[in-house]
Structure formats: C-alpha cells, structure tokens
C-alpha cells in the first residue's frame, strides 16, 4: 500500500480523499434509491438489489473468501447499531 511509511500530512490528506469520495459514493446510490422510489420500486426491492450489486462487485474484486470474512462480522455491526440511522442514545 502506497501510503505505508509515508508522513502524517500525506496519510491525513489520504484519508480526507478517501471520506471524500465515499461521501460522494453514497450520494450517487441514495440519488439512484429515490429515483427508483419515485419510479414505483419499493424500497426492500432496491435495497435487496443493492445488495446484490454491491457482494458481487467485492467478490469480483476480492474473492469470495475475503468477502465471506467481512460479511461475517456484519451481524455484530448490525446489533451496535452501526446502519441505525435515526437511533436514540439512552
């Protein structure tokens, strides 16, 4: 990896890139979501085919075992409540 061994300014600068464009990743999917919403699509259909799109792009891009290792941690994520989006705090 390119930025192993490299200053913090540049891992800093790295790391804003990379919220950066996940950022502006997730925009794209939630503009495409409404879209569909607003085409008739429910909303449990799109989000079982993003999915969908996004297991079989990580497998292509890093092979099964790899996204089986990741996936298996997602319950946990899940039950912290890390995808809760309007979660309240006690």
Known sequence: MALLGGDKKTMSSASTDASWHKKRALRYILDAWEEGLQDGLESDAIANAALFA????????????AVSKMTDELSN????????????LQ
């Open 77 to 88: 994520r899940i039950d912290r409540g890390e995808f809760t989006l309007n979660r309240t």
């Open 54 to 65: 996004a297991l079989a792009d990580l497998v292509s891009s890093y092979g099964e075992d």
